[in-house]
């Protein structure tokens, strides 16, 4: 695949990739990430800001996990991942984290990404694929239906503070739920 004349590749990760990796999380996620929308509602949690969380939630498991993860390359510079996980006991084949950096979105790594993991997740005997995006995220869900995924159903995620819970608390004190 070409982008820009410039040649991506698609490749498993080596654990050198996972410092850009980080960034490329730091950078990659403004506007459909859930920490990002924790932060707006209630503010810094436990004192880090959305973007070093969201990192460190892809970080600590490609660190665990570094065999489940895909980059694109260009250059000898990460430009995109993409992480799976197999569900063996339901033969589930699970797409997870994936991104590209801004610069390089619109040229198909996203899609090549998915792609190499779908191709991946069926040669492990998957039965069924998953991916689950937020609702915002408008190009995420653009490359999956091009791959023939379907919409299955929506789901609603609540939060509430410790402060709230504390007060719902204390109101229902004494009363059954």
């Not at 800001?49 to 490609?62: I, L």
Request: aromatic share 6%; with cysteine.
């Amino acid at each position: 695949m070409t982008a820009n004349a410039q040649a991506v590749s698609i490749r498993p990760a080596r654990e050198g990739d996972l410092a850009a990796i980080y960034e490329l999380n730091r950078t990659a996620w403004e506007g459909v990430c859930v920490a990002q929308m924790v932060e707006r509602r209630y503010g810094l949690v436990a004192g880090v800001g959305w973007q070093t969380r969201k990192a460190n939630e892809v970080d600590q498991f490609g660190k665990a996990h570094l065999d489940r993860i895909l980059v694109a390359e260009a250059n000898g510079r990460v430009v995109g991942y993409a992480t799976s996980w197999f569900h063996a006991a339901d033969r589930v084949g699970e797409v997870c984290n994936n991104a590209v950096h801004p610069d390089w979105r619109s040229r198909g790594i996203a899609t090549a990404l998915v792609t190499e993991i779908i191709r991946r997740l069926l040669a492990e005997g998957a039965q069924m694929l998953r991916v689950t995006t937020l609702e915002q995220d408008l190009p995420a869900q653009r490359v999956y239906e091009k791959l023939g995924f379907q919409e299955l159903a929506r789901h609603i995620m609540y939060t509430m503070s410790a402060e709230q819970a504390a007060a719902a608390l204390e109101k229902r004190s004494g009363r059954l739920p």
